[in-house]
C-alpha cells in the first residue's frame, strides 16, 4: 500500500508537469466509453475553448474509443503480460492544446500495414485525405477487423493534424500501439518534439499504471461539481457486486470530498488541484487520493489519522456514533467523521504520507483498500 | 401547514413534507459536501411541524447513498422526531428502506435505532 502511495504521488507530479488530465485502464465496453464521454464532456464546458475545438474533441474522442473497442484484445491472447492486454485512454491539456491518446495491443505482423496507412494519411492533404476518405468508405473495409481504416482517417480529418504515433514492443508477436492525436487549435503550430515528450511520458505514466494495477486516474481540480461528474462515470467503470459496488461508493464519495474539504489552493490555481486513482487486483480495490493541505495543519491532521488507524472497529464505531450526535464540533472539517467511516467501510486501515511541497504547503497522499470479498 | 418538497439532483436527495398527507419522506442520494446548507429548511419545516405534529408520523427514509456530512443532519432530525414521540405529541416511526445487497445501509439504520429512542421498522427491497 505504501509503494502505490509514493506511484501515485509520481502520477501526480508526472501528470501534473504536462497537466494531464484523466486516464482509464482497463476493458473498454460501450457503457464505460459512454461514461468518458459524458465525464470530458462535462470537463469541456468549463473549458474557455471554442465551441467548434470542443466538437472536434468530442468526435475524435469517439472514434479513438470505439477503436480501442474494437481492437483491444490482439488476435491471439496468448499474451504473457496479462496487463498488456487492456486498452488505455488519455486526455490531457498542455497549454491551450489537448491531446487525445488511445492505446491498445496489437499483433506485431500487423504493425507495417498500420504504419503504410498511418504514414499516408500523415502525406495527403486536406482535399487528399477527403478523396481517400470516400475512396475506403466506398471500396470497403481495410482491415478484417472493420473500419479501422475510415476510423483512422476520420480521426486525422477532424484533428487537422498529422496521427502521431508510437509502438512500443511487448514480447516477439505483440506490441503496444499508442495513439496520439492533437487537434489544431487556430493557426499556431506546435513542436513536433514536444509532441513526442508528451507521447513518451504517457508511456511511463502507463508503465506505472501497469505496475500498480491502476485503472483511473483523475488529475486536476476538485469541486463538488467534479466530483459529481467523477462518481458518475466511476459507478459505470465498476463491474462487480452490487454490494461491494455500494461500499466503493460510499469510501469514494468521503474520500473525493475529503479533497474537496480539506484540499488547499497551490497560487497557480483557483480550485483544489488534485489527484484520484482507483486501482484493483485480485484481492482488493485501493482507492488513493492526494491533495495539497496548510502546513500548519498536518500535525493535527496525521494525528488524527493515526489515532483512527489505532482504533478497533468497536471503538470506531463508539467514536462515530460519539461524533454523530456531538453538534459542538458542528465545523465539519473538524469531526474526523469522514475517515471513520472509511476506516468502518472498508474494514481496513487508512495508508497516509506527507510530502514536503513549499514553505507553506504540504501534499497529502491517502489510501484506502477494500477486499474484494467483503460481505459476500 | 404548507407542504415541502424538493426534488431530487445527483447530489441531493427527493424530500418530501406534507403534514396533510402524512407524508414524510426523504429519498435517493444525500451526497453534499456541505449539508447543513441543505437540510436547514428541512429542519425548519420540521421544528414547525413539531410544534403541532399528526398524532402519527411515520417517517420514510428510503436512501440509496448518503454521506457522513449527511449523516449528522439526520442526527437533527431523529431527535426532533424523539422529543415530539417523548413527549407524546405523536407517535414517531421509522420507516428505514435498505436495498438487500447493501449491507452497509442497513448497518447505519440500525446504528440510529440503537442510539434513539425511537421505534425503527426496517425494509429491504
Known sequence: ??????????????????????IYRGNFTDE??????????????????????????????????????RHQHADDVDIEKIEETFGIFVIQKIDDYYFITTGNVVDNVNIPPLKELLEKINSLSKDELKAFYKKVLTEGEMSDKGGAGLGLIDMARKSGNKLFYKFRKIDDTHSYFYLHTVPVVESTNIDEKKIYDTINNIINVHSLLNENSFLLIFNGE????????????????????VSLKNKLFYVIVEMLQNIVKHGSKTEENSANPGIFVIGED??????????FINKDESDTLLNKLRQINEYSIDELEIQYSKILFDFNIDDEKKTGLGFIDIRLKSQNKLAFSIKEYNDK????LLGSKINKTHGE | MEKLEIQATDMTPYVKLDKENGEFVIAEKSLPENAIEFYRPVLEWLDEYSKNPNKDTIFQFKLEYYNTSTAKQFARIFLLLEKIHLEGKSNVEIHWYYSKDDMD???SGKRYEKLLKLPFKFFAY
Open chain 1, 361 to 364: 504547503l504540504d501534499f497529502l
Open chain 1, 222 to 241: 476538485f469541486s463538488q461539481e467534479s466530483s459529481v461528474n467523477l462518481l458518475g462515470a466511476i459507478k459505470g467503470h465498476i463491474t462487480t457486486s
Open chain 1, 282 to 291: 485480485n484481492k482488493y480495490f485501493y482507492i488513493l487520493t492526494g491533495n
Open chain 1, 1 to 22: 500500500m505504501e509503494n502505490k502511495l509514493e506511484s501515485a504521488y509520481r502520477l501526480f507530479s508526472l501528470m501534473n508537469e504536462d497537466n494531464l488530465g484523466y
Open chain 1, 32 to 69: 464505460i466509453t459512454e461514461n468518458i464521454l459524458k465525464l470530458t464532456e462535462a470537463n469541456l464546458q468549463h473549458e474557455e475553448s471554442r465551441n467548434k475545438i470542443k466538437k472536434r474533441i468530442y468526435s475524435i474522442m469517439v472514434e479513438g474509443l470505439q477503436n480501442i473497442t
Open chain 2, 105 to 107: 445501509m442497513e448497518h
